[in-house]
């Protein structure tokens, strides 16, 4: 059974600093993995999808990598500000699945 | 709209309760997920819809849940005789299709149960 971890369960910064976001899984077949951002009571945003085949994903602040034989993705983000602020997800799915397989997240606090 | 709708926002219901929530998926997404997301348990899958048929309902807690779509299009979530446990927000997720593509997300709905 596919199961997600993410380190830390909290994070907070000042403003500015660059930070690393961590998720492990137990089984590397893999097909795909997605990073989601999601701020109080709303839902998810999805920020990186990276496919199997792909070591890393980029979106303007946003870095995520990928090494699926590890079982670890990392999601960097870049000079950090306070809108940043939300709780970041991390989730898999497995080859020959349709269900995304979620870590219990990151809540990342940015500081003014 | 553009995005992933669902319905009601909120609910509050007795225990004992039939509720039912609702899911409009982006226009022509093929594919309707649900997902639940309680404090103790992060975000579960619950079943997914292609077209009107549920290949994987894997994820249904027990025989009160049930979850059918119409049309290709609209999905309703039906919990029976409601509990205290079922209190989560039920998410609802669309994408174009299957072949593990990107999943969009709906606001979800906020269910208490007293």
């Known amino acids: 059974k596919q199961e997600v971890t993410q380190i830390p369960a909290a994070l907070s910064v000042p403003e500015g600093e660059n930070l690393v976001l961590n998720c492990s899984f137990t089984?590397?077949?893999?097909?795909?993995l997605q990073w989601f951002r999601q701020d109080p009571g709303k839902g998810l945003t999805s920020l990186l999808l990276i496919q199997s085949s792909q070591r890393e994903q980029t979106s303007g602040r946003l870095n995520a990598s990928l090494d699926k034989s590890s079982g670890r993705s990392t999601l960097y983000i870049a000079a950090s500000q306070p809108g940043d602020s939300a709780t970041y997800l991390c989730a898999v799915i497995g080859g020959g699945s349709e269900k995304l397989v979620f870590g219990k997240g990151t809540k990342l606090t940015v500081n003014p | 709209g553009a995005g992933v709708s669902q319905s009601p926002s909120n609910k509050v219901t007795e225990k004992g309760k039939d509720v039912e929530l609702r899911c409009d998926p982006i226009?022509?997404?093929?594919?309707l997920y649900w997902y639940r997301q309680s404090l103790g348990q992060g975000l579960e899958f619950l079943i997914y819809?292609?077209?009107?048929?549920?290949?994987?309902k894997s994820g249904l807690p027990s025989d009160r849940f049930s979850a059918e779509r119409t049309g290709g299009s609209v999905s309703t979530l039906t919990i029976q005789r409601t509990q205290q446990e079922d209190s989560a927000v039920y998410l609802c997720a669309s994408s174009l299709d299957t072949g593990q593509r990107t999943q969009y997300f709906g606001p979800g709905t906020r269910l208490l149960v007293l």
């Open positions: 819809f292609q077209g009107n048929s549920a290949p994987d």
């Open positions: 089984d590397s077949a893999i097909y795909n």
């Open positions: 226009s022509g997404h093929t594919a």
